[in-house]
């Protein structure tokens, strides 16, 4: 893989890509400026798009924000090295739709789900036990924080028993841009607002939780017993040092994208061991309920197997940016979804018709606009958060109502692989033997 030097983030795109980067995004990053993460983050990006033939055409404004701003400030070296629970509700809202539509066999004892590196607040976690109300459910993690504190605006900040700052998450990365460009300015403040509300605490029983209000900022102590129902419960514990117990589902979205494929390896032996025989384990990435790619193994004969490799019709995007998201050269999910997306990207029977009429709703919905140049151009004024996310959701239902992930199916079919729409509405395949970590 090529490195930085001093060359510049345009140069390395028509390297990979093999086309001169658009002009009016010319100059918007600057390598040296990008913390050595973030640099080998952009490599492995651009590898991965060289893989599934993305095109510099679809070079945009949010992207090179992303790269830029968002991404500096999510990876572990902002945090010191430790992995942020960032979530938000509803994030896995399709993967209980795929569990939902299982035909699991009769058997003895209480259904288990386990939701393991579920964040904090556990939202995804409560979404399931919602939807499950008669299976036992448990969120799983490494870290709930003592003391959360949320602003005026929603954002909030974790801090431990001891009142140290921890992390931040931001209403959504739209909203909180600010907050990640100063990622220092907003550790103070948050931190400003901390000493101010923590003295209005009476009990800190632990317990128990307990909540102080001032000034439309509010401190939360425990706030994880706030979340425990009759059939929801949580674990506070690395997956390697999981007690016993036996799931007939586990969860585990956007943890082992952190971890080496050897690494991956001896995990997934660890979590073999907490599965009953048929069980299922759901393993990936996402983001706000958009841009999934997911390994589903199953527990046959005492040995976990790939059941399927699935992913959304949103990866093939202009605009996405979970399909890039890495941590590690050797990621395998995303080297498939990269060859998979590759696959349908060149078969232009396909990729054609659906590039135009993507194009068509993204004009239509104000995202943006393909003109003469053949480059997208945003319009000055951004869409609010809410809005990006609404009409994202409605662009994407009207993609799939055109049949456009029958036929990404169809052109996989046609390259030799098994594949289908999986109970998620998700494309799947019987990935190849070696292409995953089993």
Known sequence: METMNETSF???????????????????????????????????????????????????????????ATIPSILPGAWGGRI??????????????????????????????????CGFPP??????????????????DRSFADYVLSDTAGHYACFNQEGEFLYFQAFSDLAGRALYADPEGTKNRFSQLFEDLFPLLQNRDPLSSETV??????????????????????????????GPMTAKVIRCM????????????????????????NGLLIIGTNSFDIQYRYAVYQKKNDDLFVREFAFSLDNLGHIPFMPWFTIHEDDPEAILLA????????APSFWTPFTRHLDQLLEYHGFCK???????????????????????????????????MGGAVDVLGKAGYDAWINSAGDIAVRPPVGDLVS
């Open 123 to 140: 939202v995804t976690t409560v979404d399931t036990a919602c939807r499950f109300p008669d299976w036992q459910i448990c969120g799983v």
């Open 339 to 346: 060859k998979l997306t590759g696959t349908i990207r060149s």
């Open 10 to 68: 345009e140069t390395l795109v028509e390297n990979f890509l093999g086309t001169g980067f658009p002009r009016h995004l010319s100059g918007t990053i600057c390598l040296t400026e990008l913390p050595p993460d973030t640099q080998d983050f952009i490599l492995r990006l651009l590898y991965l798009m060289k893989r599934s033939k993305y095109c510099v055409s679809g070079f945009n404004p949010v992207l090179i924000r992303w790269l830029s």
């Open 254 to 277: 956007n943890v082992f994208i952190y971890f080496t494929r050897d690494k991956k390896k001896r995990m997934l032996g660890h979590i073999k061991d907490h599965l009953k025989t």
């Open 370 to 404: 393909r003109k003469i140049d053949g480059f997208l151009h945003f319009p000055e004024k951004e869409m609010l958060p809410n809005d990006f996310l609404e009409k994202n959701a409605l662009l994407w239902k009207g993609m799939q109502g055109k049949g456009y």
């Open 84 to 117: 942020p629970p960032i979530t938000v509700p509803g994030r896995h809202r399709k993967l209980d739709n795929y569990v939902a539509g299982q035909n699991f066999l009769p058997d003895r004892g209480q259904n288990i789900f386990v939701d393991i590196g």
């Open 213 to 242: 209000e001032k000034d439309g900022n509010k401190l939360i102590h425990n706030h994880i017993m706030d979340f425990e129902t009759d059939n929801l419960r949580f674990i506070k514990s690395d997956l390697m040092d999981l």
